[in-house]
Structures are given as structure tokens and as C-alpha cells.
């Protein structure tokens, strides 16, 4: 399939997975008297974020945005029903905190994924993780724990200590470089591409592919992630 083929399809995907977000996003509105349904909804191919929420400013009309690269029924790696469905309510969780009363137990952590947009995501059932884990929307949240402000005891900040040693690794992981510039790498969207320029990130490792006459900027793990291949071995 060329590049073009590909994106002509995804295109006519848009009226669909529309569909699906808005027929949510219309049980929500009427379950806390909200009016996300009405919010509009661009399709974007952004690699690195699978969707977000714009609230309205004076320079920009509030909008929900979604990445077809990873919610396209045609990508060979489009994640799970239910992954979709809960990205779907995490950024419907981010317009809840502007419009519905957040109660003062619930406003201790800041942040646009603190407590009260955790709490949000307590009320529709979504997952309180700011970053995408495969399959995480199937785990079942203890969200009277997340929600509570922790007390700072030995065990929990050996807890906090742990995830951020293992965060360490995964980051120190995520940095190693695992091309070289010259590598021809095969995309199932864009076809075959030649690595240009590595640039070395603190916790990634971003890549500058040119496919055709096209250079595109695609972070090295989501490369990994969807099984990009070296066309040639060295
Ligand atoms: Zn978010």
C-alpha cells in the first residue's frame, strides 16, 4: 500500500471512530449535565501523543485532538478497544475539571493529571495514568487510594523510590541509540525511510527519517513498539 493509499484510508476513518467518541461522549454529557459532545474533534498523525484536550483560550477554539496513528483501524498497531475507549474518556476527563465543581478534598495535587482531574477520572471510569501503558484501561483502579493524599511514611517513600529507579532504567533504556545514520528502516504507514540524523534525547532517542523527499521526526521506541525493521542488517 503507498503512503498515500494509507492515508486515504485513514481519512475515511474519521466519520467512524467520530462516531465512537461522540456517542460517548453524549452518555457522559447527560450523565453530569456537561456539553463535551458538542467540543469539535480534529484528527490528527502526531507520534508521540495519542490524543489531548484544548481548553479555550483567546487564541485558540477548544478541541479535542486524536492521533490516527495510533487509533486508526488501519495501523497495524492500533491499540486495543479498550485502550481507545479509556483515552477517549482521559481527555474527556481534562474537559470535566473545567466544568464540573471539583470538592476541596480532591484539589491537594497539582497539575493537569493531579487530583482533580484524577477524581474526573474516577467519576467515568477511566485510568488516573498520565502516560499511555498498553492494556492498563483492563486493570482494575483502587481510586479511593489514588485519591487520597498520601501520607509520607518510610514504606511510601521506599515505594516512590522504586518507581523512580525503575522510571530511571526505562529512560536509561529509552536513551540507548539502536540505529545508525544510513540505516534503512521499513514504516507501515510511510514505506521504506533512511535515518538521516539521530538525535540523542535525555530519555529517548528521536530520529529524523526520510522517506521519499519527506524527512519525519519519529521517536526511536515507537519504532520498536510497532516492530519497525532494519531493511538491511549491518
Ligand atoms: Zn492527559
Avoid at 483501524?73 to 479509556?86: F, G, H, P, V, W
Avoid at 483515552?87 to 495535587?109: C, D, G, V
Avoid at 488516573?128 to 483502579?141: G, M, T
Amino acid at each position: 500500500m503507498t503512503k498515500n493509499e494509507m492515508l486515504k484510508l485513514l481519512r475515511n476513518e474519521e466519520p467512524i471512530l467520530r462516531a465512537e467518541i461522540t456517542s460517548l461522549y453524549t452518555l457522559l454529557d447527560a450523565k453530569f449535565g456537561l456539553h463535551g459532545a458538542e467540543v469539535p474533534i480534529t484528527f490528527g498523525m502526531d507520534a508521540k501523543a495519542l490524543g489531548s484536550y484544548t481548553p479555550p483560550t483567546y487564541d485558540e477554539e477548544e478541541h479535542f485532538e486524536f492521533s490516527l496513528f495510533f487509533i486508526g483501524y488501519c495501523m497495524q498497531n492500533q491499540i486495543s478497544k479498550e485502550d481507545r475507549i479509556n483515552l477517549f474518556k482521559h481527555e474527556y476527563a481534562h474537559y470535566m475539571t473545567r466544568n464540573i465543581a471539583i470538592p476541596s478534598e480532591y484539589t491537594w495535587q497539582p497539575g493537569v493529571h493531579g487530583s482533580a482531574w484524577k477524581y474526573c477520572c474516577s467519576l467515568i471510569g477511566a485510568v488516573p495514568q498520565d502516560i499511555y501503558i498498553e492494556d492498563a484501561s483492563l486493570q482494575k483502579i483502587d481510586y479511593g487510594q489514588v485519591l487520597t493524599r498520601p501520607n509520607v511514611d518510610h514504606a511510601q517513600v521506599q515505594m516512590l523510590d522504586t518507581y523512580r529507579t525503575q522510571k530511571a532504567y526505562k529512560n536509561i533504556d529509552n536513551s540507548k541509540v539502536r540505529y545508525e545514520v544510513g540505516d534503512t528502516v521499513n514504516h507501515p504507514k510511510f514505506g521504506e525511510g533512511i535515518i538521516k540524523e539521530i538525535e540523542k534525547l535525555e530519555s529517548s532517542v528521536r530520529l529524523h527519517i526520510a522517506f521519499g523527499d519527506e524527512i519525519k521526526e519519529i521517536d526511536q521506541k515507537w519504532l520498536f513498539k510497532t516492530g519497525f525493521k532494519k531493511v538491511s542488517e549491518r
